[in-house]
T-cell receptor
Framework: DTGVSQDPRHKITKRGQNVTFRCDPI?????LYWYRQTLGQGPEFLTY????????KSRLLSDRFSAERPKGSFSTLEIQRTEQGDSAMYLC??????????FGSGTQLSVL | EDKVVQSPLSLVVHEGDTVTLNCSYE??????LLWYKQEKKAPTFLFMLTSSGIEKKSGRLSSILDKKELSSILNITATQTGDSAIYLC????????????FGKGMKLTVNP
């Protein structure tokens, strides 16, 4: 499979715990994006990397959220001290330059 | 604040019907408009539109952008049950930002 890969597919956690998601973009895609989608809503932009540099962050990305792309390949999104409001689908997308972002299947997070 | 509005938000049709999905936008900077289909998890890319009045077609799907009216339509002819999905409209804002601003999505149900 040469698409965008996300792991895990599902994550159930208790409020207050930390969680980390991983995204492997399409090979050769230098841009990587994170979005969050809640039920009945479209995806909302969280952050964007070009290679290893994080170039844009939404104000939705509170201090509890951090994203990295250390070698310009895969990326991780960590949420510290999870809250019930963090329950959502976390989607990753990648593109070549300003081309069309292609999405992965997402990580569904449930915070109990 | 940048905004993308889709209508209707849901639609139920019979196989063979033709449907038209509407998307209007209000953004500070416009670079392109994109349509995605979301069946279970990953939004899959359908069309990217940058120029007004030029129709893009792929099989039974077609889309056109009207920059004067700040809107786009997605047409699906001879619908099939496999067209049942959520259709997402997004605007690439440019102007130093690489984010996509999404509408809430339109849930299409095609009954046999």
């Amino acid at each position: 499979d040469t698409g965008v890969s996300q792991d895990p597919r599902h994550k159930i956690t208790k409020r207050g715990q930390n969680v980390t998601f991983r995204c492997d973009p399409i090979s050769e895609h230098n841009r990587l994006y994170w979005y969050r989608q809640t039920l009945g809503q479209g995806p909302e932009f969280l952050t964007y990397f070009q290679n290893e540099a994080q170039l844009e962050k939404s104000r939705l990305l509170s201090d509890r959220f951090s994203a990295e792309r250390p070698k310009g390949s895969f990326s991780t999104l960590e949420i510290q001290r999870t809250e019930q409001g963090d329950s959502a689908m976390y989607l990753c997308a990648s593109s070549v330059g300003p081309g069309t972002p292609l999405f992965g299947s997402g990580t569904q997070l449930s915070v109990l | 604040e940048d905004k993308v509005v889709q209508s209707p938000l849901s639609l139920v049709v019979h196989e063979g019907d033709t449907v038209t999905l509407n998307c209007s936008y209000e953004v500070t900077n416009f670079r392109s408009l994109l349509w995605y289909k979301q069946e279970k998890k990953a939004p899959t890319f359908l069309f990217m539109l940058t120029s007004s009045g030029i129709e893009k077609k792929s099989g039974r799907l077609s889309s056109i952008l009207d920059k004067k009216e700040l809107s786009s339509i997605l047409n699906i002819t001879a619908t099939q049950t496999g067209d049942s999905a959520i259709y997402l409209c997004a605007v690439a804002t440019g102007g130093g930002s690489e984010k996509l601003v999404f509408g809430k999505g339109m849930k299409l149900t095609v009954n046999p």
